[in-house]
């Protein structure tokens, strides 16, 4: 990013790149936690591979969600200097 001030345009488009950036990574962060999850919810496992798995879920889809954000705001600052 440069040091001069920035337009009103350049201050939109970061703006959408944020929310792009977030909603990705939700939607990312949501279908990996459903897919290591899911089955928790769908059979009948033991107590302890239930929170095993939801645990790892959460853990693996909030993991890539912050990758996820990370890549595409750092991808735009590479792009748009």
């Known amino acids: 990013m440069g040091t001069g001030r920035r337009t009103q345009e350049d201050r939109d ?3 959408v790149e944020i929310g792009y ?4 990574a939700c939607f990312l962060g949501a279908v990996v ?3 290591i999850a899911g089955p928790a919810v769908v059979w009948d ?3 302890t591979t239930d929170k095993a798995l939801l645990i790892t879920g ?3 889809g ?3 969600a912050l990758l996820r954000v990370v890549h595409v705001l750092w991808r735009f600052g590479r792009y748009h200097p």
Do not use: C, K, M, N
């Open 13 to 15: 488009e970061i703006t």
């Open 21 to 24: 950036a977030l909603l990705s």
């Open 33 to 35: 936690f459903g897919a």
């Open 45 to 47: 496992f033991s107590h």
């Open 58 to 60: 959460a853990s693996v």
């Open 62 to 64: 909030g993991l890539l």
